[in-house]
T-cell receptor
Framework: KQEVTQIPAALSVPEGENLVLNCSFT??????LQWFRQDPGKGLTSLLL?????REQTSGRLNASLDKSSGRSTLYIAASQPGDSATYLC??????????FGKGTKLTVNP | NAGVTQTPKFRVLKTGQSMTLLCAQD?????MYWYRQDPGMGLRLIHY???????AKGEVPDGYNVSRLKKQNFLLGLESAAPSQTSVYFC?????????????FGAGSRLTVL
């Protein structure tokens, strides 16, 4: 059974810092991996989608990478801002399982 | 674009009462999902639908029923609410991009069962 782990569960950084969020998974047979952000009391907003044939995707200050062989994905946020404060979730789709969610990393960017 | 709309946004029920959560999407997506989100548990799939007239059980289906009579709507019903069903419920729909399911979520419905 696919298991998705996001460590750390919470992260606090000063504004302007570059940071990396981690997502690890146990089964490398995945179709795609998505990163979402969730603001308090809100729904999930899609950030980036990496398909199994891709190694990374970029959108603005965000860069997501995928290494299936090691079972890891990272979300890199450059020059972090207070508006980046949210919970970030990774979601995997693969094999016979439906979408599998990580529990998220709660990011706080301090002014 | 409205995307995925959930109603109601908040609801308080007494144990044993029934209610229906409505999810509507205007993107012509085939797949629709209902999840619940609880502290420390992440999102768990309750039921899903791969098209109009179809439904299937997810990870935690007990105590819930669903219907997909129209492609754009996916209803989640609680026949006899229990305190364990206090949660935030999210509806999502998806489209396929080169075989990958790309999800769009609603804003959530917070349900409290007393």
């Amino acid at each position: 059974k696919q298991e998705v782990t996001q460590i750390p569960a919470a992260l606090s950084v000063p504004e302007g810092e570059n940071l990396v969020l981690n997502c690890s998974f146990t089964d490398s047979a995945i179709y795609n991996l998505q990163w979402f952000r969730q603001d308090p009391g809100k729904g999930l907003t899609s950030l980036l989608l990496i398909q199994s044939s891709q190694r990374e995707q970029t959108s603005g200050r965000l860069n997501a990478s995928l290494d299936k062989s090691s079972g890891r994905s990272t979300l890199y946020i450059a020059a972090s801002q207070p508006g980046d404060s949210a919970t970030y979730l990774c979601v995997l789709e693969g094999g016979s399982e439906k979408l599998v969610f990580g529990k998220g990393t709660k990011l706080t960017v301090n002014p | 674009n409205a995307g995925v709309t959930q109603t109601p946004k908040f609801r308080v029920l007494k144990t044993g009462q029934s209610m229906t959560l409505l999810c509507a999407q205007d993107m012509n997506h085939e797949y629709m999902y209902w999840y619940r989100q609880d502290p420390g548990m992440g999102l768990r799939l309750i039921h899903y639908s791969v098209g109009e007239g179809t439904t299937a059980k997810g990870e935690v289906p007990d105590g819930y029923n669903v219907s997909r009579l129209k492609k754009q709507n996916f209803l989640l019903g609680l026949e006899s609410a229990a305190p364990s069903q206090t949660s935030v419920y999210f509806c999502a729909s998806s489209w396929t991009l080169s075989g990958a399911n790309v999800l769009t979520f609603g804003a959530g419905s917070r349900l409290t069962v007393l």
